[in-house]
């Protein structure tokens, strides 16, 4: 019987911190101002939520064929969040116009003319620089 | 109190707050002020739905609920996928690094150039 309870002890916390890990998620969700670093907090949601709902559910049911099919589901979790991170990442790159009041790229940010001039200009300098 | 009621006390209780984390994302993609918000909200509301159905399937003991939240969890990644190719452009500006430029969509050197 005292197995009994500590295993719902187990479970318990681990439900509660799976709570507390989609609170921060979403707490991110509002706190931050640009879309890129919610997609960080959503990603606390994506893998560590998921991972502590799953774990407390096999611990609660016991090995069966849920406890398998619980762990498809947190490798499918695993594997497609960030292949939807980086797509919405890619829209936000292509279609946001004030990207650059959020975000710096290394090598200046892709269709702002001055940086796009420099770039044009440094390899040629560089070519000069070998043929002297 | 046995431990049974405890367990369902647990679930629910769990799947209550759940749901009020869902709605708090529903109002996130109400108010978010570009697409890419609505559809990062609409994919945190897709897992935390996901979990909620899989605590049910514990509190209701039917075992089938598992299998729906391996669909959901499917078409949720879909619907993602899908609506962010759809927003994309058809084809996006091509990446300027100072090294190399891109020909006929492949990547030349500088050796290549001459």
């Given at each position: ?117 420099e770039l044009k200009k440094k390899p040629d300098k560089e070519a000069e620089d070998g043929?002297? | ?38 559809i990062l909200s609409i994919n945190m509301l897709g897992t935390m739905v996901i979990c ?7 509190y209701l003991g039917e075992s089938y609920l598992v299998d729906v939240a391996l669909i ?43």
């Amino acid at each position: 019987m005292i197995f009994e309870w500590i295993r719902f002890f187990i479970v318990a916390a681990l439900l509660i911190a799976a709570l507390i890990s989609f609170a921060s998620a979403v707490f991110g969700a509002y706190r931050f101002g640009f879309v890129m670093n919610r997609m960080h907090s959503a990603g606390i949601g994506d893998t560590l939520g998921i991972f502590f709902i799953v774990t407390a559910l096999c611990i609660a049911s016991g090995f069966n064929m849920d406890t398998l099919k619980l762990l498809l589901l947190i490798f499918f979790m695993w594997f497609t969040s960030p292949v939807s991170t980086h797509f919405l990442g890619q829209v936000e790159y292509y279609t946001n116009p004030d990207l650059s009041k959020h975000v710096q790229r290394i090598g200046g940010m892709l269709g702002d003319e001055k940086t796009e001039a420099e770039l044009k200009k440094k390899p040629d300098k560089e070519a000069e620089d070998g043929a002297d | 109190m046995t431990i049974e009621d405890c367990y369902n006390t647990l679930y629910l209780s769990v799947t209550i707050g759940m749901l009020i984390l869902v709605g708090a994302m529903v109002i996130r993609s109400i108010i978010g002020p570009r697409i890419t918000d609505r559809i990062l909200s609409i994919n945190m509301l897709g897992t935390m739905v996901i979990c909620t159905i899989a605590i049910l399937s514990q509190y209701l003991g039917e075992s089938y609920l598992v299998d729906v939240a391996l669909i959901y969890a499917m078409i949720s990644f879909a619907t993602v996928l899908i609506l962010a190719i759809m927003f994309l452009p058809v084809k996006p500006k091509e990446p300027k690094f100072p090294g190399f430029t891109l020909k006929n969509g492949q990547a030349a050197g500088k050796e290549a150039e001459k």
